[in-house]
């Protein structure tokens, strides 16, 4: 039995397989933070300013407080031990044989770098290249002054890649051990499967109507709260992923859940800002989603949440999934791709 149990606590730990063990942890490292590998020679002053350029902007929706990531440069040299383990990695390279980074790569990954001896800057994509739920970009030039220019030409697709890749490392990180006690009411009530960490629990758990339901999740720390909301209604017509129309009807669905400790204080959506709606794929599913601010009214508590509203064509309705952060001086960018993971990892 101690046997057992010490393969199941390894397992937590570390990444298995049907065979047991396997070598490579999880993915660690803070979302928002991206450790950025290059060559000595490489990391020129031009280099530093088109990554921070495309990687290190503000996100306008914060009123740009807080940037998309913040970069951590390491050496081939500083590259050791946890700190390979981090999860949305790039690495800037020489291709070929040249490259002074194969001593730290694995004989797989090092093969794939040595291969590519193409003129010119070229990128690759590999996945737990280190730890599981962890994917690395590499981007391969033999000059700092062509990928400084190819880095600054593209940096629209840069950005979006890579926020594309964290997406997926918290996808992965955030829904591995879920509270299956809380999966499963959930499940039963409403048919969505939400897989959340067992550091949440259920703030409210309500069927408005045969229709409609409201779900709020909550995880308090010392320093923050992280949320997760879902609620839904019946599908009609377009009109309804009108921005104005989502925010609209966002409020008045909180509005009786969520509220603060003065009296009639309640959530709304803080309208002094402008926000920006995308239209996205939700797993296959028609979606759109924004960032905004929240504010409660009557009161001094306020912070950045996410909403993504999504066609669920099958169940023939719109669910709604936000997360929203209230960490007074800290930063919310983590928080809130924390979040992000949990709800794209819901399923219905």
Same mark, same amino acid.
């Given at each position: ?28 490292? $803070?979302?928002?933070? @991206? ?31 807080? !940037?998309?990531? $913040? ?11 946890? &700190? ?9 390279? %020489?291709?070929?044989?040249?490259? #002074?980074?194969? $001593? ?18 070229? /990128? ?7 730890? /599981? =739920?962890?994917?690395? &970009? ?34 992965? %990180? +955030? ?19 939400? %897989? ?11 069927? @408005?109507?045969?229709?409609? #339901? ?19 209604? !019946?599908?009609?017509?377009?009109? =309804? ?36 709606? =995308? ?13 905004? &601010?929240?504010? &409660?009214?009557?009161?001094? +508590? ?11 064509? $099958? ?18 960018? %983590? ?5 992000? #993971? ?7």
């Amino acid at each position: 039995m101690k046997e057992i149990g010490l393969v199941l606590l390894c397992c937590f730990l570390f990444s298995c397989d049907e065979g047991g063990l396997r070598k490579k942890p999880v993915a660690t490292g $803070k979302y928002g933070e @991206i450790y950025v590998i290059v060559d000595d020679d490489l990391l020129t002053k031009n280099l530093k300013q088109a990554l921070n350029a495309a990687l290190q902007r503000p996100q306008l929706f914060y009123g740009g407080e807080e !940037p998309y990531f $913040k970069l951590v440069y390491l050496s081939p040299n500083q590259a050791k031990g946890s &700190l390979v383990y981090e999860g949305t990695t790039l690495i800037l390279t %020489r291709s070929g044989v040249n490259s #002074g980074i194969r $001593k730290i790569l694995p004989e797989k990954v090092d093969s794939a770098v040595t291969l590519r001896k193409r003129e010119g800057v070229h /990128t690759f994509l590999k996945q737990n290249v280190w730890a /599981t =739920q962890q994917s690395v &970009l590499f981007i391969l030039g033999d000059h700092p002054d062509s990928l400084a220019n190819y880095i600054s030409l593209r940096n629209e697709q840069l950005l979006g890649k890579v926020l594309e890749m964290e997406r997926k490392e918290a996808i992965g %990180r +955030m829904t591995l051990n879920p509270d299956e006690k809380l999966r499963k009411e959930i499940s039963q009530k409403h048919a969505i499967d939400v %897989r959340v960490p067992i550091s949440y629990h259920v703030a409210s758990n309500s069927k @408005i109507n045969d229709n409609e #339901g409201f779900i709020w999740l909550r995880n308090e720390g010392t320093d923050f709260d992280l949320n997760v909301v879902i609620h839904y209604q !019946p599908y009609t017509d377009t009109s =309804q992923f009108a921005l104005q129309n989502l925010i609209a009807r966002r409020d008045s669905v909180v509005k009786p859940y969520i509220t603060g400790e003065t009296k009639g204080s309640f959530m709304a959506t803080d309208n002094q800002f402008p926000y920006y709606l =995308q239209t996205v794929d939700f797993n296959g599913n028609f979606a759109r989603e924004y960032t905004a &601010l929240w504010t &409660l009214e009557n009161d001094f +508590m306020g912070g950045p949440y996410y909403s993504v509203t999504v066609h669920d064509e $099958k169940n023939k309705r719109l669910i709604t999934l936000e997360g929203f952060v209230y960490a007074p001086n800290e930063a919310k960018t %983590r928080y809130l791709r924390e979040l992000q #993971g949990i709800l794209y990892g819901v399923r219905f």
